[in-house]
């Protein structure tokens, strides 16, 4: 059975429909729809209960903490980590199912965008690759129970490149599995940035966090780099 968590802020136009979408395509191995809330302003919390999802509110600010905080009250044997705005395939459970059976312990979607821009697509094609740019939570990411545990889960203390830090660490204990299908992503950050800004600001984080930056240097850089 498979815990599905969602870490969020100010999501209220977008979690339900996820929620729902959720729900329709798990079928039987669903266990549950966590929505971990990082004290919202919005009616994130009123519009993901509506949905059918168990809300709760990390005690902690971050996006590891949200991540931990939301495993923590999960009770399948499979948690599958999916931001708010990211459409898994329909296929999603069934895909993450026949996953596990195979031995493999966690794993990811590649990544498909709905625009005609052809720079966007091309991000599409590399997210087939076994590279680092491609462990971020864009793409989901599923992980056995018993893995996340065994790993210790996040790093609580990272808001920032924290699935980039928690992969690494899990694939050195467990087959790492990638998807042929795309996990749909919105392009909403591309449409208040350029394709080549939005790039730049990725590099630079990667960039930093390999050299050690602290996560107060790289979100504030990436904030002043970007139209939030």
């Given at each position: 059975?498979?815990?599905?968590?969602?870490?969020?802020?100010?999501?209220?136009?977008?979690?339900?429909?996820?929620?729902?979408?959720?729900?329709?395509?798990?079928?039987?191995?669903?266990?549950?729809?966590?929505?971990?809330?990082?004290?919202?302003?919005?009616?994130?919390?009123?519009?993901?209960?509506?949905?059918?999802?168990?809300?709760?509110?990390?005690?902690?600010?971050?996006?590891?903490?949200q991540l931990n905080y939301g495993a923590s009250k999960a009770s399948g044997?499979?948690?599958?980590?999916?931001?708010?705005?990211?459409?898994?395939?329909?296929?999603?459970?069934?895909?993450?199912?026949?996953?596990?059976?195979?031995?493999?312990?966690?794993?990811?979607?590649?990544?498909?965008?709905?625009?005609?821009?052809?720079?966007?697509?091309?991000?599409s094609f590399f997210s087939r690759f076994d590279w680092f740019a491609c462990?971020?939570?864009?793409?989901?990411?599923?992980?056995?129970?018993?893995?996340?545990?065994?790993?210790?889960?996040?790093?609580?203390?990272?808001?920032?490149?924290?699935?980039?830090?928690?992969?690494?660490?899990?694939?050195?204990?467990?087959?790492?599995?990638?998807?042929?299908?795309?996990?749909?992503?919105?392009?909403?950050?591309?449409?208040?940035?350029?394709?080549?800004?939005?790039?730049?600001?990725?590099?630079?984080?990667?960039?930093?966090?390999?050299?050690?930056?602290?996560?107060?240097?790289?979100?504030?850089?990436?904030?002043?780099?970007?139209?939030?």
């Amino acid at each position: 059975m498979i815990s599905v968590i969602i870490p969020v802020y100010n999501e209220e136009k977008t979690i339900a429909s996820l929620v729902t979408y959720l729900q329709q395509h798990a079928g039987a191995l669903l266990q549950e729809i966590i929505v971990c809330d990082a004290a919202s302003t919005d009616a994130t919390k009123e519009e993901a209960t509506k949905a059918g999802a168990t809300v709760v509110v990390s005690p902690e600010k971050g996006r590891g903490a949200q991540l931990n905080y939301g495993a923590s009250k999960a009770s399948g044997a499979v948690f599958y980590f999916v931001h708010a705005d990211v459409f898994p395939p329909q296929s999603f459970a069934t895909d993450i199912q026949l996953a596990v059976e195979h031995g493999y312990g966690l794993g990811r979607y590649r990544t498909t965008f709905n625009t005609k821009k052809w720079y966007v697509h091309m991000m599409s094609f590399f997210s087939r690759f076994d590279w680092f740019a491609c462990y971020g939570g864009d793409q989901t990411l599923f992980v056995t129970k018993e893995l996340f545990h065994t790993t210790g889960g996040y790093r609580s203390d990272m808001r920032v490149m924290e699935d980039y830090e928690f992969v690494v660490r899990a694939r050195k204990q467990s087959r790492y599995k990638i998807f042929s299908k795309g996990a749909l992503i919105s392009d909403r950050k591309y449409d208040r940035n350029s394709w080549w800004k939005v790039q730049k600001a990725n590099s630079t984080m990667m960039r930093m966090y390999k050299k050690g930056a602290s996560q107060d240097e790289m979100i504030q850089l990436y904030k002043r780099l970007l139209n939030w």
